[in-house]
Each structure stands twice: as C-alpha cells, then as structure tokens.
C-alpha cells in the first residue's frame, strides 16, 4: 500500500509504531456495538485479507474545499481529516476497518449506521451518481436454513451522495440506499436491495442471533473512485477518521 495523500512513509511508520505501542498496554472495549466509550480507538486499519490490487485507504488531513466552497462544506465533519480512498478500476479493492473492537456483537443490537462522504464529479462521471463507498459487516449469520454456513458480508450499498466536491451531511444507511448478504443466505442478496429493517428482520429467524467479525469503510470492485469519507457512525460512536489516527465521539 503507497502512504499518500499528504503523509509521508515515515510519518506513517511512526504513527503505526505509536499506534502498536498504545494498543499493547490498553484494553479492547467489551462491545464496541454498545458504545466505544473512549477518546481513541486503536484497531482501524487496512484489512489486508479484503484488499486486492493497489488501492490506498489512508487517515488523512482534509480534503478542504473543493476551491470556491466555505463554510462547513469546504471541511472534514468532524476535526481536520478523514480517511482518504483510492481505487483506480474494477480491478481494486480495499476495506478500512476494524477486526478487533466489534467481534462477537451481536447484528441485531445495530440501530444507527452512516457516515459523512466527499464525492466528486469525476466519481459520478466514472461509476454514476450511485458510485459511493459501502460500509461492510463480516459476521456469523447464524442462519437455521443454513447451518454451516458461518460467513457473510452484509454490505450498505448508499444511494447518491447528495451534493459533490464537497462535505455531505450525514447519510443515515439505516433509512437511505440498500442492504445485501453477500452468500444468499436471505432473500436479502445483491439483487434484492433490501431495507436496513427487512436485512435484520431476515437475519432474525429465531435461532442462534448473528454475530460480527468486523466492521469496515470499503470501495470496488466496481468502479475508479477517489475521495474520502469521515464521521462513521455505529449505534451511539462516531468514529472521527484523524491522520494521526481514529477518535470516537459520543453520538449527539
């Protein structure tokens, strides 16, 4: 992976040693579902396993503008960075995330999920105006129908981001866009386009509840798309993409 977008490698090899550092001496929270409940979260990263080809997911400064733009568009929602992405094709893929601080919660305790996007024209102009990150869960769909089966990704696909080349506010993945599992385990799958209520509903069939592996910001394989996201928000934390790491804010 290329440390671009303003950081250089051994600004990046210094905040991933202090990174290592601080997360060998603090605990993990219990269930970061429930509620982080601390100033910094220490476990995003690129998931190495999800990620194909040479893409960039890299915490960041800015993006401040587009030129012309002021006020609060022209700045990252929350701080001064975000996680920046890079996916040059249909080829690439890549997922920010975190495989630590969610494992086990469980699906169904999900109630709030969305993020704040820059998107730009040459995004829309590439892919379509829905050419947008996804927010991914690996989980244990523990699914009766399907007992074997142990993994799938349930995948926010976002509708069109409301304005381009600058700051959007909030996108609620809990009341706009779709919801899939990718290993057709419900009627929820790629082609369904279900609601983020019908996905849980489908996921509830009254044996063993779900559970997560790990959840992730990620893009492709589809389209090119540059851009970056920040302010993820998961039931009551925001998590505040800064580039010298991740911050977790109580949910207004």
Known sequence: MNARFGMSRGRTLAVATLAAIVAS?????????ADAGRDHSEHW??????TIGSPVAALRDGP????GVQGSPARPSYGRGSLGIEVGDSSEKVDFGNEVDFFGDPVL????????????G?????????????IRFEIDPNVSAHSGDNYS???WVPDAAPVTDRWSPFIDATSTGYWYLTGNET?????????FAQVKASLNDGGEKPTIYSAAVGKGRDHMW???VDGLRINRTVYDFEAGGVRTHRAA
């Open 64 to 67: 401040f503008g587009s030129f």
């Open 226 to 228: 540059v851009g970056a």
């Open 153 to 155: 990704t349930l995948v």
């Open 122 to 134: 040459e995004n829309v102009a590439s892919g379509g105006a829905e050419n947008m990150p996804n």
């Open 45 to 50: 990263g690129v998931i190495t396993r999800n």
């Open 25 to 33: 001496v603090l605990p993990g929270p219990a269930s970061a579902v």
């Open 187 to 195: 009627a929820c799958d790629q082609t369904a386009r279900c609601t």
């Open 109 to 120: 305790d999900l109630t709030k999920v969305g993020f704040h996007v820059f998107q730009t």
